[in-house]
Each structure stands twice: as structure tokens, then as C-alpha cells.
């Protein structure tokens, strides 16, 4: 014979997983994804490195972590982009036109990274 259980949904259980994916975020994985890009990130001055950082926004469909970095170029050191200034070739430019992508913030993300 089975018996039968009464269950009870709490009907706050959204806003309790949405505090925690908030906490989540704000406590863990927000430091520990901006300590890697800064860590991963190409460093001629160091300023790229230095102003990388997180924040962690409410919205209607539940928190979001952003990861950016503050340095106007970020962009195109991540993602590589034609060389056009002062017709000068860097190290890493691998021809004529073009700059190699120095990807640091999508590797830093994609590190796994285990329960804590």
C-alpha cells in the first residue's frame, strides 16, 4: 500500500531563488569572473587589467551578472580588429591589416568552476 503526502508549494519560492542567483552572483561568481578576466587580460600599461569589475542587476526575469571592462578598447583586444593607426604594425599583429583577438573576459567566463 502507498500513502499518500499532502505537498505544499511555497508560493514565494521565485523570489527566494531570485535572492539567492542575486547572492550567487554579487558574493561568487561576480569577484571570482573579474579576478580572472584581470588576470587573463593582454598587459602593455596595465590600465585594462585595473578596470575590469562586475555588478549585478534586478530585472523582471531575475538577476543578471554583468562582467565589463572600462577600458575603451577592451573590445578590440578581445574580439581583434584591423590595424589603421599610424600605419605602425604591433608584435601580435599577425599580417599586414589585421590585429590577432586577445580574448580575456570569454575565457574567463568559461572557466569552470566548481560548487562552493
Do not use: C
Not at 500513502?3 to 508549494?9: C, D, G, P
Not at 542587476?57 to 583586444?77: C, K, M, P, Q, R
Not at 590595424?83 to 570569454?106: C, M, S
Amino acid at each position: 500500500m502507498s500513502r499518500l503526502r499532502a505537498v505544499t508549494v511555497d508560493p514565494t519560492w521565485i523570489e527566494h531563488a531570485d535572492e539567492a542567483s542575486a547572492q550567487l552572483f554579487e558574493n561568487t561568481l561576480g569577484p571570482l569572473i573579474a579576478a580572472d578576466a584581470s588576470r587573463l587580460a593582454p598587459r602593455d600599461t596595465g590600465y585594462m587589467a585595473k578596470h575590469i569589475d562586475f555588478r549585478v542587476e534586478a530585472t523582471l526575469f531575475g538577476s543578471i551578472l554583468f562582467v565589463e571592462s572600462h577600458a575603451d578598447y577592451s573590445a578590440w583586444v578581445e574580439l581583434g580588429h584591423r590595424n589603421v593607426a599610424w600605419g605602425k604594425q604591433p608584435p601580435h599583429a599577425t599580417g599586414r591589416d589585421y590585429i590577432e583577438a586577445q580574448p580575456f573576459l570569454r575565457p574567463a567566463l568559461y572557466i569552470t568552476r566548481g560548487a562552493t
